[in-house]
């Protein structure tokens, strides 16, 4: 038996490490570390409820519009604050359009790489590249020419011997199944896409304030003024116009890159549809409500738990049946280790109980992560896009269904390719479809209030401490672009006594808990083969069809700022 460790898993946010035991060149055995402290938390102990999401999006420096979002919504929750409407269409514009943004950088430039040989592209013919390309996508850029320059921008690079983002690519293995022609296509697009994401991101500066780190969200609304005669206003009747104009640039991205790319890399990867499978359970929060009320019978994404991979059954989702485990993860057990808390009175109190320096192996028979071990009713879940169009699918969403069969349709393949390492990919694109169909919607309605004089985008009712009762608990929901997110606030005499988040990684990167159930991430690296050991790009394949945001299921300073440093060996 062959001992793999993967550490540190690159192209992801946060630090990560793999285990995995190799017998007969497959994965017998996995396990999931976070190597960093989760400790935000504590720092919102005791602060201003109201500025709660200030400090909860600096969980992660990608994942910070999810975060400000889900904290406001708890706050909100606990206080019992109705959000006007334009609020509401404002929040889903700047969480919808950081769904497609975040979708498409993931695939092009943390995970592509898995799939797609750059080297190989140098020996292409990019007269057949074109071909390739027109085959599959309505793109001006396909000429054989922009393929060829694409193609020396490329060769310079390694003729320069600085490699820069390409070093570590593990060029030449076997794994790599794309023709010369695809890899050439692919290495454009990747190219195509970083002068995308610059510009559509846009929309979160005009939106937002800045980006990261949006600055208009408040507890009952938002700051974005409306005004049709005030130019000084955000939303007038001059950002409606480039709102409209970002916006069509994503959906035409979407449509005439990434999705056709996913689909045509799945079609050269199709053993990847049967390899990668998690828990088989998923858990939709729901999110994307209508303009009109918040109501979640009107959620684009439905509300729901999908077991087994029954996708003929949607069990409704109870809250209060979500609980963490630190069983198997470096803290202290208040409730004992074979209890889990709800997170609504969970802590976040350190204890590393790992080897010490230098060590080759986890004590994978104790704690051995940073990160906790959600669960619903008892069980592991997946979260993410994959559970989303799963648990739309199964619900019978008619965008969801339309758009999910349509990939299905292209690659000749049933849903039950779905529950899959390349599945997973290909519901990520497709939900990047039907999200950029929703977009223009909530601007029109944006428009159609300015017009009418419909600009109220904040509700100032329990704004003043002293209209809040003694004390109040809520909780806040969000599907963000890697899954369930839920932040819980307790607050106490005007400050926040207690503050727990659930975030997707933490769900899907989780270790084992109690009764040795395995997490997202170890469940899905079972039975993968691979090929080579020392290059093990089978086990960054599955990793990276998840997306993993580590930061935000750990965090590196405790509430007085001190650094953990948890030694790893490479």
Known sequence: MTRIVVDPVTRIEGHLRIEANLEGGKILDAWSCGTMFRGIELVLKGRDPREAWIWAQRICGVCTVVHALAAVRAVENALQIEVPENARVVRNLIAGAQMIHDHVVHFYHLHALDWVDIASALKADPAKTSQLAQSISNSEKSSASYFRGVQQRIKGVFDSGRLSLFASGYWGHPAYLLPPEANLMAAAHYLEALSWQADFIRIQAVLGGKNPHPQSFLVGGMTTAMDANEPGAVINPETIPLMRDLIRGARNFVEEYYLPDVLAIGSFYRDWFTRGEGPGNFLCYGDYSSPDHDDPATYLFPRGIVRGRDLNTVLPVDTAKITESVARAWYEDPAGPAKSLHPSIGETNPRYAGPKAPYDHLDVDAKYSWIKAPRYDGLPMEVGPLARMVTGYAAGSGEIRDAVDGALKTLNAPPA????????????AVEAKVMAAQLDGWV????????????TIFNPAHWDPASWPASASGFGLHEAPRGALGHWVEIENKTIRNYQAVVPTTWNAGPRDA??????????LLNTPVAFPDRPLEILRTVHSFDPCIACAVHVIDAKGREYTIPAKA
Request: proline share 0%; no cysteine.
């Open 444 to 455: 029109d309605r944006l428009d159609d209030n300015l017009a009418r004089g419909k600009t």
């Open 417 to 428: 390719f779905l529950f899959s390492t390349m599945g997973r990919i290909a519901a990520r």
């Open 515 to 524: 009764k040795g159930q395995r997490g997202a991430y170890e469940a899905a």
